[in-house]
């Protein structure tokens, strides 16, 4: 959930065949309604065959499908673990990352290697993404207000 379009397969198939609509969605997160209008795009297009985008496409949205159907599953289940380990992850990437800036702001001599800022910003990210589009997913198939 936390690809952006250019980061997947039908980013790979769109700048091999169409790169003008890889340069307007690119950055985009692959909702099902984006790649709806990346169909679109590219069936408007009479120079480019899109029957193997469609193919990609029909993946990608089976894929988000089985990780919704998959968190759906987690928050239903009476195993206390499955349900509590996306928001405890959450908590500690949290109260990791203030520790950080808190260490960083205090003790002068504190310099976190690049890499590693850069990794937690990837999985905070990621963990901040999944958690919350996640449960907005799982709100609005449930009737619930998100």
């Known amino acids: 959930m936390g690809k952006k379009i250019k980061d997947t ?3 790979q198939w769109l700048k091999e065949k169409a790169p003008n609509v890889l340069s307007v969605v690119g950055d985009a997160l692959p909702s099902q309604g984006v790649l709806g209008i990346v169909k679109n795009l590219v069936d408007k297009d009479p ?5 193997s985008l469609h193919k990609i496409i029909d993946e990608e949205i089976a ?3 089985g990780v919704t159907r998959r968190w759906e599953a987690d928050s239903t289940t009476d195993v206390r673990l499955t349900k509590l380990i996306r928001p405890w992850t959450l908590i500690a990437y949290s109260a990791f990352y203030m520790l950080i800036t808190v260490a960083d702001g205090v003790f002068e001599g504190f310099n976190p290697p690049e890499d590693y800022v850069n ?5 905070m990210l990621t963990v901040f993404g999944a958690y919350f589009a996640g449960r907005t997913v799982e709100k609005v198939k449930s009737g619930a207000n998100p």
């Open 9 to 11: 397969k039908v980013g």
């Open 47 to 51: 120079t480019i065959d899109s029957a």
């Open 63 to 65: 894929l988000q499908d």
């Open 119 to 123: 990794l937690l910003e990837l999985l």
